[in-house]
């Protein structure tokens, strides 16, 4: 079975950094696109970056541009999320989520939830002012 599984999050100050990881099992990992998204209680799920795996090109949410960082480990199948400079607007469930490369790579907006089909169970992010 497919699985994706999120680690890293956990509670910071204004400023602070957490790193997020995203492994990945049971599906061949460099046939996927990898996106992290967030949804904070009563909003939407919001696309806040994405790799492609084959080609390593990456999106950010303009939101996120120049704080956060999306990379991975292509022999550990495994994906990243650096954020730097967290601030209170991030605190959120984060997810880790994965869709074919077909699918994705042909699409314009690539942080959108829609273009996403496999999503793990989430990891908690809060930032404190």
């Known amino acids: 079975e497919v699985q994706l599984k999120e680690s890293g999050g956990g509670s910071v100050q204004t400023g602070g950094s957490l790193s997020l990881s995203c492994t990945i099992s049971?599906?061949?990992?460099?046939?996927?696109?990898v996106g992290w998204f967030r949804q904070a209680p009563g909003k939407g799920r919001e696309g806040v970056a994405s790799?492609?795996?084959?080609?390593?090109?990456?999106y950010y949410a303009d939101s996120v541009q120049g704080r956060f960082t999306i990379s991975q480990d292509v022999a550990k199948n495994t994906a990243y999320l650096q954020m730097n400079n967290l601030k209170p607007e991030d605190t959120a469930m984060y997810y880790c989520?994965?869709?074919?490369?077909?699918?994705?790579?042909?699409?314009?907006?690539?942080?959108?939830?829609?273009?996403?089909?496999?999503w793990g169970r989430g990891t908690q992010v809060t930032v404190s002012s």
């Open positions: 049971g599906y061949g990992y460099t046939s996927l696109c």
């Open positions: 989520a994965a869709s074919s490369g077909a699918r994705c790579d042909y699409v314009a907006d690539k942080l959108s939830p829609a273009v996403y089909n496999m």
């Open positions: 790799i492609s795996t084959r080609r390593a090109t990456t």
